[in-house]
């Protein structure tokens, strides 16, 4: 057995949402938190490693629900004519630094297959452990279609590394595509139930896929102890994934009052990704990207903030998801930020740390720094919950622990 660490006299978010408290001690053992408490109160085991943190912050890891790992590129096009090493090495890159952000969880949205996900697990990869969806499931010409107006082969998936979307029309279809992502490993799937902003030939109030095929995926998930999430816009297409069964609403930009109350009634989440708005908003010109997707993301961030409101109303769980792509990846904690204009800095961070861990099925292992609980654990300088942007600069998060294990440690530079 190996010997425990602890980290003393930190000020404590444990994660619940309750009073940040001061002069905390955790103590962990074997990859689990055993003991939380005042200094005082709390015995450090002898031979530990002891980690004195003179007031900082000791907090849950942080989580993102809504992730694009691969999308290093903002044309798919782009990502098909590079040298897959060095894709491969830009994704792995991304990972790696989403570790250092203070992330030990993230769920892909889509782009990467299953593979990388086992190469962080087995240890080839320093990174956050991957919930991987696979190729999202789109009809044809829907938010998942990249192929340009008048193109008509698809564009291939690399089984275990390039995840391209499965373009399906009609239930069978999406059930057998369904099938294929949990065989490579999926740990939930997306499907694509309305246009979307940076798709080439969709409205984002367009419905895409109907009820009945998104049933599909969710008869299939839910047959394997998995889950679905859906991309969404209107109220329609929020609607419709939720009367197929789907568990997690992703955008949800123009969320309205009635379906807000049908989400809380069926116990879904919505996941906002406000951040990758903002910044298309701001850089997208610069980047390259078209006057059309400008538009159309100009208008789903003008109703993002909204929606977070009236999902707050509701009563509605919500979650936390950046969204991000290429070049815009190391903001993932800007979301944090832009949530806490509506909710306030300790309601966002419940939303990245407990909500989420509750949307991915491990809320009896992550989440919250309690006893029993994987040690999922970062150190911050300075108190978020007094200025949220302290989560911003990555060299403010002076130690990352993933089960115990020390990934990142800046306290010891």
Request: hydrophobic share 45%.
């Amino acid at each position: 057995m190996s010997p425990a660490t602890v980290l003393r006299s930190g000020l404590l978010i444990d994660g619940t949402g309750g009073e940040p408290v001061p002069g905390a001690t955790v103590v962990i053992e074997d990859g689990n938190i055993v003991r939380v408490g005042r200094d005082r109160a709390v015995e450090v085991p002898k031979g530990a490693r002891v980690f004195e943190l003179d007031g900082r912050t000791v907090m849950p890891a942080l989580s993102d629900a809504h992730v694009h790992l691969g999308i290093v590129h903002l044309s798919a096009g782009a990502a098909q004519r590079e040298p897959l090493a060095v894709w491969a090495m830009k994704v792995r890159q991304v990972i790696e630094e989403t570790l250092e952000m203070g992330f030990t969880t993230v769920r892909d949205a889509g782009a990467i297959d299953g593979g990388f996900a086992q190469a962080v697990a087995e240890g080839y990869i320093r990174g956050p452990r991957i919930l991987p969806s696979g190729s999202p499931i789109s009809q044809t010409g829907g938010h998942g279609d990249w192929r340009q107006r008048f193109q008509e082969e698809p564009l291939a998936a690399i089984p275990g590394l390039m995840a391209m979307p499965a373009i399906c029309d009609g239930p069978e279809e999406v059930r057998k595509a369904a099938r294929q992502q949990l065989r490579r490993g999926a740990t939930q799937l997306k499907v694509m139930a309305a246009g979307g902003a940076m798709s080439p030939a969709d409205e984002l109030e367009t419905t895409q896929l109907t009820v009945d095929e998104m049933a599909a995926a969710v008869y299939e998930a839910t047959a394997v102890g998995k889950t679905v999430m859906a991309h969404t816009y209107s109220p329609r297409s929020i609607a419709n994934a939720l009367e197929a069964g789907v568990r997690s609403i992703e955008h949800g930009n123009f969320l309205d009052e009635a379906t807000a109350a049908r989400m809380t009634d069926q116990g879904a989440f919505l996941v906002p990704t406000l951040t990758t708005y903002e910044l298309i908003d701001r850089f997208g010109e610069q980047y390259g990207i078209p006057q059309f997707n400008l538009e159309k993301t100009r208008q789903a961030k003008s109703g993002s903030l909204e929606s977070v409101q009236v999902a707050v109303a509701a009563g509605v769980k919500i979650g936390s998801g950046s969204d991000l792509l290429a070049a815009m990846q190391p903001y993932k904690t800007m979301e944090l930020s832009l949530k806490a204009q509506v909710m306030g800095p300790m309601a966002a961070i419940v939303s990245a740390t407990r909500t989420n861990a509750e949307l991915f099925g491990l809320a009896d292992r992550l989440g919250t720094v309690e006893a029993g609980k994987w040690a999922d654990i970062i150190v911050v300088d300075g108190n978020p919950v007094e200025d949220i942007e302290r989560l911003h600069d990555k060299n403010n998060v002076k130690l990352v622990l993933k089960q115990g294990a020390v990934l990142k440690n800046l306290l010891e530079a």
